[in-house]
């Protein structure tokens, strides 16, 4: 079965900074889809950026920017000049192909300092 | 409003009550999940429905639970005899299936509902 792990409960950055989530995860598919979701307090869950397992150019968003590792299964995602608004709950996410379901990681709560 | 959708926003039961839940997905989709987030975890799938036909569940999904599709439109989350471990938000989700140039589905997500069991 698939796992994804985020081993940061909780992150801190300040206005205008630049901070890095992390997040691996196990599979034994070679074809799949890695997602960064973002659910703010009492708000739902967006879709931030996505990354397909079979591209080796890391996606990027705006501000947002992942690190794909595939070979590590690593995939971390980087928020670049940090506001306010960025504050929430990130989890990290995986699919397989033609798949039917997330597989979500614990989340990390991001804080913005202003 | 074009979004997911889910009513009610909370609900407050007493363990051994029924409850139900209400999902209306976007109306173009044919593909409606639900999941189940307890404090500080992520979500959990329970059971995914493409139009009417509910093609998964989970083993999270005990059978106090049933989750119908009747007209592959909206769909009900049923919680029979709840018990105080079902405290949880649920979560609805919507998509259309995979094609044959898209072999993922984007999730939208409503709101959820906020199920607490005293």
């Known amino acids: 079965a698939q796992t994804v792990t985020q081993s940061q409960p909780e992150m801190s950055v300040q206005e205008a900074e630049t901070v890095t989530l992390s997040c691996t995860y196990d599979?034994?598919?070679?074809?799949?889809?890695l997602f960064w979701y973002k659910q703010p307090p009492s708000r739902q869950m967006i879709l931030v950026i996505r990354?397909?397992?079979?591209?080796?150019q890391n996606a990027t968003e705006n501000r947002f920017s992942v690190n794909f590792q595939k070979a590590a299964k690593s995939f971390s995602l980087k928020i670049s000049d940090s506001q306010l608004g960025d504050a929430a709950m990130y989890f990290c996410a995986y699919e397989a192909e033609y798949g039917n379901k997330l597989v979500f990681g614990a989340g990390t709560i991001l804080r913005v300092k202003s | 409003d074009t979004g997911v959708s889910q009513n009610p926003r909370h609900k407050i039961t007493k363990r051994g009550q029924n409850v139900t839940f209400r999902c209306d997905p976007i109306?173009?989709?044919?593909?409606l999940y639900w999941y189940r987030q307890t404090l500080g975890q992520g979500p959990e799938f329970l059971t995914y429905?493409?139009?009417?036909?509910?093609?998964?569940k989970s083993r999270l999904l005990s059978d106090r639970f049933s989750a119908e599709r009747p007209k592959g439109s909206f769909s009900t989350l049923e919680i029979q005899r709840t018990e105080q471990g079902d405290s949880a938000m649920y979560l609805c989700a919507s998509s259309f299936p995979p094609t044959g140039t898209t072999t993922y589905n984007e999730q939208f997500f409503g709101p959820g509902t906020r199920l607490t069991v005293l």
């Open positions: 109306s173009e989709h044919n593909r």
């Open positions: 599979t034994s598919e070679s074809d799949y889809y």
């Open positions: 990354q397909e397992a079979y591209k080796q």
């Open positions: 429905f493409q139009n009417e036909a509910q093609l998964e």
